[in-house]
């Protein structure tokens, strides 16, 4: 029984490293673009692709992410050609989403009891499997990012200098809407629909508080996630609480504690400058 326990915890303690790993760069690129709301949007779009999954009886995470892929493709087309607002494209997804998975999940017979691991999340459900899906995501996201790094910079801080430039803007657009949707869909077993955003900012929000620029801020953000990860992790196993919660309470305290910090610096730059001594 230990040793079945022991499995469960080393999986879900390398699910968290993989996790503060891709998380923190697709936040990091999120935060840069301005990306946040669309990502919510997308987030809970997901949940029609479960719905839609467990009525039909296949996979739903990959119902979920071809809703997710979906969706944050079309947001981002409605959006270039000015057809609608992006706010108000984000909130057509987010209801409709919400409305088929609700729809779908009230038509599936019985009970489905894997729905709240994906609305509330729990990483001691991870498998081996989905450890290597990650793993493979990570592999792919890092390579990228890697190969294409200063192209996504520049991209997501001014894509008119980009296109006048001559660089593949609509390319490095569609490819990282891509790769966000799919860390989301990942992501949702983890933390679940509810938390999933808290570790797609938090993380970066804190970075922000010590440095300004995108490898400086993405650098930090996964040093800060595997931080409270590990911690909130090693703490939901000795107080016996979940852990995703834990985790998005550990990210906000050290978010708290970073931009108290923060000020007490400005504070003490603006009291020591020569007109104001």
């Not at 909130?91 to 009891?113: C, D, E, K, R, S």
């Not at 992790?233 to 504690?257: D, E, G, H």
Request: glycine share 6%.
């Amino acid at each position: 029984m230990e040793l079945f326990h022991y499995d469960f915890f080393l999986n879900a303690l390398m699910a968290v490293v993989l996790l503060s790993i891709s998380s923190a760069m697709i936040g990091t690129y999120i935060i840069s673009r301005r990306l946040v709301s669309i990502s919510g949007g997308v987030t809970h779009a997901c949940f029609g692709g479960l719905g839609l999954g467990y009525f039909l009886g296949v996979s739903p995470v990959a119902m979920a992410a071809l809703f997710a892929i979906g969706s944050s493709l079309g947001v981002q087309w409605m959006a270039s050609r000015q057809q609608v607002r992006e706010d108000s494209a984000i909130a057509v997804i987010w209801a409709i989403g919400m409305a088929v998975g609700t729809l779908f999940i009230f038509l599936t017979p019985g009970y489905v009891p894997e729905l709240n691991s994906f609305l509330f999340g729990n990483i001691l459900t991870i498998t081996r499997s989905d450890l290597w899906a990650f793993l493979l995501f990570t592999i792919v996201l890092t390579l990228f990012m890697s190969a294409r790094y200063k192209q996504i910079v520049t991209c997501a801080f001014d894509a008119d200098f980009a296109r006048v430039r001559r660089l593949p803007v609509t390319f490095i657009n569609t490819a990282m809407t891509v790769l966000v949707a799919v860390c989301i869909v990942l992501t949702i077993r983890l933390v679940g629909v509810m938390l999933l955003m808290s570790m797609f900012s938090l993380p970066q929000m804190t970075a922000e508080t010590m440095a300004r620029r995108f490898g400086s801020i993405m650098r930090l953000s996964i040093a800060v996630s595997l931080l409270c990860s590990i911690s909130g992790l090693m703490l939901a196993t000795v107080i016996n609480v979940p852990c995703s919660a834990l985790i998005v309470l550990t990210m906000a305290s050290v978010y708290i504690a970073a931009r108290a910090a923060a000020s007490v610096r400005e504070r003490f730059h603006r009291n020591n400058l020569p007109g104001n001594r």
